[in-house]
């Protein structure tokens, strides 16, 4: 294949084939500027090279058929499916269609995804190409877009194609993107001249100039010059080359002409489907089709739209001859039992010259043609609708439910929406437009939500409804865009609806509320207002959604309550991995961070099973933080690496900016200042603009504890003040009473110590209504540093005693600032027992910065203590240590694979990196290792 002028291009795409091993290319461009010429070379390319490839191209009457996409792209090798782990096995099998699905998670089909391709790699590297990917269903292009950002080291490599101003989840894979532009003037000389030769000189500079460098303009244009070689100057490239291809089109055979309406409007390019709807839609034949038109020409008659046409009698026999006439003229190919349009264009352009009688009669021929696929059988009816019309409106909207259950969200909000605009009664379309705006929010399409939301208020609606729509919308970001006064709103919508007798729409709409108290500020009237309403719902008292509003409102009022229902709900944790995610959530808020930690633990395994990964990213990040606070680095470093992963690929900015400022309290704390420095300054960006106050709250606690470990003590107590001040948008009201014992050494330190005092009055008040573990530890930290000299040692020994079982960072830190107190007061031979003490419990947590400052207090108590050295396992990154770790409890790569939503190759390929690091060379090696840094 010839192709003038795109050396640059296809060098590059070259470049993949020739060394497949991960990721690839997102080719964009304009409409005909040569995309799918580029892909084909490098198909052309990859085919000699020995790659096995897999297409997929995506088609605009597609895009409401979830997994209509991966379903092309994975038919060729459907049979490894079997070979899938069963949770993949299943989901992929449901969502193609392959079996009855049940309840699909689309990140397990994401998963299922990668693995078929890399078992099918391994046998042969993959050349994966996706065309037309704006085209492509949500649910598959969100699948390839999983696959891309996950095949690092496997031989597989996608190439995808993008129309210029469009969007697709692909974009943000990670594929390298190739920009193709237009071509330059000699190429595009050559092109012409190569299609048209001999033009006239005139006719030659005009198209020229007309085509602009466009290949596709460049090839058919001359067919649309007039006798007297003009074009039409006053439509876009688009437009003429669209209405080049309408006049071709125009003097085909009426047969053709309603063959070719019927290929486009069809989703798929069989052959056979295509000549049996052509048939039906060349006469009426059967009495199904005579009613369906009659019916639908008297809605068209009633609307004013159309007159209904005169019809043939008796359906036809039509055969591939049918097509010959547009093969002849380049508008379609035939390619073994498929019927493919040589260009997008040509495919829209179709439509756009048939009636409107004419195209519901192909929608409808089609209709017949597919009784046997009912989603698409529900769209072919409802395009050629007329009006309100029930019986298609239920059956898009079961069409929205089998979408559903194959984990096609996007899919069932598309018809949801289509049925409501269908329903004959009021109630039944804002029920539907309700339900798909409820199915957008939890898919995060947030202009799509705000749109139906806005229709279905624009209909006389139920009490019910009305609070569903008015709180609908809070569902994005936890509310933190949205003004802090929608708290009291809120409080109020779930009053009315509880007074109705709605009790779980109220308990929802208060939960939304709830989470707003904890990214923003409502201030404690609208508190007040939400903990009446809530304590009025008919729920049990251990209802765990009561027990995490109480705490995300309250977090010290209601502290001693939420405590209790804590610990008592422990003994259950495993059982619901939502639950125990908000579970989580609520101990974090009250300083329980051990409890916390435990339920978030019990939390991710269930959410990675079900593939939940909005929700996993949340509990990963509230792991994170709770064990960073509680010092265990080892674990807190993997999953604030993945929380972070998650909270990009999910579409939480807020997320990913709290795992990203969990990182940086990581660093600070390992004595990392400049990355911890980094990492903070990006979470602040991320979080600054719409004072997502918990993402700040952190930062300056990762900021205030580099700054300790640097020495720059004014610097840390300005630094942590800030979260203890309500003007400062770091202040948030649970957050800022666990950073005390950081802000009391920093304030001794800075010679602040009497500045303090009065800023903990405000805390102790806190501290008499919750037993909160971090707030009690953290003021018996303070006190004792504050502490006049003859009364430290009573407050010292009172830290030690109590009980800090799970809280061994905290145990350590008390035991360094008493050493060097001290050591102060010249009781050199006792203090060296605790900065010993403090100092092994920092090396074996990896607080490096801790341990540092541990070793020079020894030092100059008179004692030696050696460098310490680096543990091996900090010579991995993140996502190593996590493989690391799994791999050490004894799973398999697939087991591994399963969990962190890799194939299991690349968790192969990453373990073989990490066993020179470690120095082991085999898994036994590995897990003794890891245990003995554990046990140090």
Known sequence: MLLFGRKAELSALAEFVDRPAGRGALVCGEAGIGKTALVEATVATATAAGLRVLTTTGVEAERHLAYAGLHQLLFPIRAGIDALPAPQRDALRGALGLAE????????????????LADAAADRPLLVVAEDVHWLDRASADALAFVARRVESEPVVVVATLREDERSPVQDAG????????????????????????????????????????????????????????????????????????????????????????????????????????GLALGPGTPAVEARLADADT???????????????????????????AVEVRLVELRAGALVFRHP????????????AERRRAHLALADTLAQHPDRRAWHRAAASAGPDESVAAELERAADRALRRGGAAAAVAALERAARLSEARDAQAARLLRAAELAVESGRRDTAERLVRDAQALDLSPRRRATAAWLLSGFEDGVREDVSRVAELAELAASVAADGETEPAARILWGAAMRCFWSEPGAAARERLLAVTDRLPLPADDPRLVSISAYVAPFERGADVLERLRALAGSAGADPATDRHLGSAALQVGAFDLAARFSAAAVPGLRAQGRLGLLTRALAVHAYSLCRLGDLAAAVPAAAEAA????????????????????????????????????????????????????????????????????????????????????????????AYCVAELAEAAVRAGQAD??????????????????????????????????????????????RADLTGWPAERGRVHLAYGEWLRRQRRVVESRTHLRTARETFDALGLVAWSERARRELRSAG????????????????????????????????EIGQRLYLSHRTVGTHLHRIFPKLGVSSRADLARTLRALQDR
């Open 101 to 116: 699905p049940g309840e699909i998670a689309p990140y397990l089909v994401g998963l299922a995804t990668l693995s078929l």
């Open 175 to 278: 594929l390298s993107t190739i920009s193709v532009s237009r071509l330059p003037d000699e190429a595009a000389a050559h092109v012409l001249d190569s299609v048209a030769p001999g033009l006239a000189p005139d006719v030659r500079e005009r198209l020229l100039r007309e085509a602009a460098g466009n290949p596709l303009a460049l090839t058919e244009l001359p067919a649309a010059v007039d006798e007297f070689g003009r074009l039409d100057p006053a439509l876009p490239l688009s437009g003429r080359l669209e209405r080049a291809f309408t006049a071709r089109v125009a003097a085909l055979p009426a047969p053709t002409r309603t063959a070719l309406l019927v290929a486009a409007l069809n989703e798929s390019p069989s052959l056979p489907e295509t000549l049996t709807a052509t």
């Open 299 to 325: 809605h068209a008659l009633e609307a004013g739209l159309a007159e209904p046409d005169a019809r043939t009698a008796g359906a036809r026999l039509v055969e591939p001859d049918v097509l010959a006439p």
């Open 345 to 356: 264009l040509i495919r829209s352009a179709v439509p756009a010259a048939a009636s409107l």
């Open 645 to 736: 992963t998650l909270g990009q690929e999910t579409g939480q900015p807020f997320m990913y900016g709290l795992a990203r400022a969990v990182q940086a309290e990581i660093a600070a704390l390992r004595g990392e200042h400049d990355e911890a420095r980094t990492l903070a300054d990006e979470a602040e960006r991320v979080a600054l603009p719409s004072c997502a106050r918990p993402v700040l709250a952190t930062v300056q606690l990762a900021r205030g504890l580099a700054a300790l470990s640097e020495g720059r003590f004014d610097d840390a107590f300005a630094g942590l003040s800030r979260l203890l001040d309500p003007a400062d948008p770091a202040y948030q009201v649970a957050l800022r």
């Open 755 to 800: 500045v303090l005092r009065d800023v903990l009055c405000d805390l102790e008040r806190a501290a008499a209504a919750t037993p909160s573990p971090a707030l009690h530890i953290g003021l018996r930290y303070a006190r004792a540093v504050l502490a006049p000299t003859g009364e430290a040692d009573e407050l010292f020994e009172a830290a030690l």
């Open 863 to 894: 004692e030696a203590s050696p460098n310490r050295d680096a543990h091996a396992r900090e010579k991995l990154t993140p996502h190593e240590l996590s493989i690391a770790q799994l791999a050490a409890e004894g799973l398999t790569n697939r």
